[in-house]
């Protein structure tokens, strides 16, 4: 069974950092894409930042400069790094994954449990 194992949330002052972790658990040909989300109270759900499985980044205006992504092939795992967290950064954070797991003509979306970030002011 495949799924995303989260980690790396927390409580952090404004103009912290933290690092979030995802890593992709079971067994899979490979991944197309990884990404993170988030969604505040009241909110839609957002993206904050993806990468492909080319290294190809992208980013939300809101985050550029202050968030990376980053990951791991040999361990299937992506990190987001966050710096100079702002209140509005408070969030829960999803991970989110491309996967074939075969067949790499069908690709599944899986989304982590979510990790909480909040950022006091």
């Known amino acids: 069974q495949v799924q995303l194992v989260e980690s790396g949330g927390g409580l952090v002052q404004a103009g912290g950092s933290l690092r979030l972790s995802c890593s992709v658990s079971g067994i899979i040909a490979s991944i197309n894409a990884m990404g993170w989300y988030r969604q505040a109270p009241g909110k839609a759900r957002e993206l904050v930042a993806a990468?492909?499985?080319?290294?190809?980044?992208n980013y939300a205006d809101s985050v550029k400069g202050r968030f990376t992504i980053s990951k791991d092939n040999a361990k299937n795992t992506v990190y987001l790094r966050m710096n100079s967290l702002k209140p509005e950064d408070t969030a829960v954070y999803y991970c989110?994954?491309?996967?074939?797991?075969?067949?790499?003509?069908?690709?599944?979306?899986?989304w982590g449990q979510g990790t909480q970030v909040t950022v006091s002011s």
């Open positions: 989110h994954a491309d996967i074939v797991i075969r067949d790499p003509q069908n690709v599944y979306e899986y």
């Open positions: 990468i492909s499985s080319g290294g190809v980044d």
